[in-house]
């Protein structure tokens, strides 16, 4: 594995128990390496198990087999609560459907996504401004999601996954609920992330458009038929 890899993966697998007692695949992924800095859409009919390999990188689900390396630290063969800190130092996530707590300033919602992370050195709310100072929303901080067009809650969600400059940023369809205008703002800011703070950035997306500005891509197929 090279030193600078933000993500690896070797031999991954992971089914879930179907009605009868059968394990059905789900994931089955010999390789991949994504060095830091990179970024890579990864496409794939509904059920090949896009969102399954997204939370096994995350730590969200246990692998049954194979080894998942984020910035050189295992997550595969750790407890849940192990995991959990890893993905806390070194991870965002950007959820399809956002995930803001409504009661909650946009501020509050980066700050709380932070909680979890260690100390930096910078105070959580000062980094919370920062990232949405990054995303244009440094002058909303206190409006809360209802008060945010669409658009505007996207880019929170975002600065709340790129908040404390983690190694390894994961998104969920990012432009899945967005118009052409905005998800071009956000695959701007999640693409420029990954080129000045040298982090890596793994795409899900079925948006063609989104797809095409991604250099390397992954396509997979139903656990089974290979990784075409």
Same mark, same amino acid.
């Given at each position: 594995?090279?030193?600078?890899?933000?993500?690896?993966?070797?031999?991954?697998?992971?089914?879930?128990?179907?009605?009868?007692?059968?394990?059905?695949?789900?994931?089955?992924?010999?390789?991949?390496?994504?060095?830091?800095?990179?970024?890579?859409?990864?496409?794939?009919?509904?059920?090949?198990?896009?969102?399954?390999?997204?939370?096994?990188?995350?730590?969200?689900?246990?692998?049954?087999?194979?080894?998942?390396?984020? $910035?050189?630290?295992?997550?595969?063969? #750790?407890?849940?609560? !192990? @995991?959990?800190? *890893?993905?806390? +130092? =070194?991870?965002?996530?950007?959820?399809?459907?956002?995930?803001?707590?409504?009661?909650?300033?946009?501020?509050?919602?980066?700050?709380?996504?932070?909680?979890?992370?260690?100390?930096?050195? $910078?105070?959580?709310?000062?980094?919370? #401004?920062?990232?949405? !100072? @990054?995303?244009? *929303?440094?002058? +909303? =901080?206190?409006?809360?999601?209802?008060?945010?067009?669409?658009?505007?809650?996207?880019?929170?969600?975002?600065?709340?996954?790129?908040?404390?400059?983690?190694?390894?940023?994961?998104?969920?369809?990012?432009?899945?609920?967005?118009? #052409?205008?905005?998800?071009?703002?956000?695959?701007?800011?999640?693409?420029?992330?990954?080129?000045?703070?040298?982090?890596?950035?793994?795409?899900?997306?079925?948006?063609?458009?989104?797809?095409?500005?991604?250099?390397?891509?992954?396509?997979?197929?139903?656990?089974?038929?290979?990784?075409?």
């Amino acid at each position: 594995m090279s030193a600078n890899s933000a993500l690896h993966i070797r031999d991954l697998k992971k089914a879930f128990d179907a009605p009868g007692g059968d394990r059905v695949p789900v994931v089955d992924l010999p390789a991949l390496d994504l060095p830091a800095g990179a970024s890579l859409a990864v496409e794939g009919e509904s059920g090949s198990g896009k969102t399954t390999l997204l939370h096994l990188i995350a730590g969200v689900l246990p692998a049954d087999a194979g080894r998942i390396e984020i $910035a050189g630290e295992p997550m595969t063969g #750790r407890g849940e609560a !192990a @995991r959990d800190r *890893l993905r806390a +130092r =070194r991870i965002g996530y950007l959820f399809q459907t956002f995930l803001l707590l409504p009661h909650l300033t946009a501020e509050e919602n980066v700050v709380l996504g932070m909680s979890f992370r260690p100390a930096g050195p $910078a105070s959580p709310r000062r980094a919370a #401004r920062e990232a949405l !100072a @990054r995303v244009g *929303l440094l002058e +909303r =901080r206190h409006h809360r999601p209802k008060q945010l067009s669409v658009g505007q809650q996207q880019r929170v969600a975002i600065a709340r996954a790129l908040a404390g400059s983690p190694s390894l940023v994961l998104a969920d369809e990012p432009t899945a609920n967005l118009d #052409r205008a905005n998800a071009d703002t956000c695959l701007d800011l999640l693409l420029a992330f990954a080129e000045e703070r040298d982090a890596a950035v793994l795409v899900v997306s079925h948006d063609p458009t989104a797809l095409a500005r991604f250099e390397r891509r992954l396509h997979l197929a139903p656990a089974g038929e290979g990784v075409a």
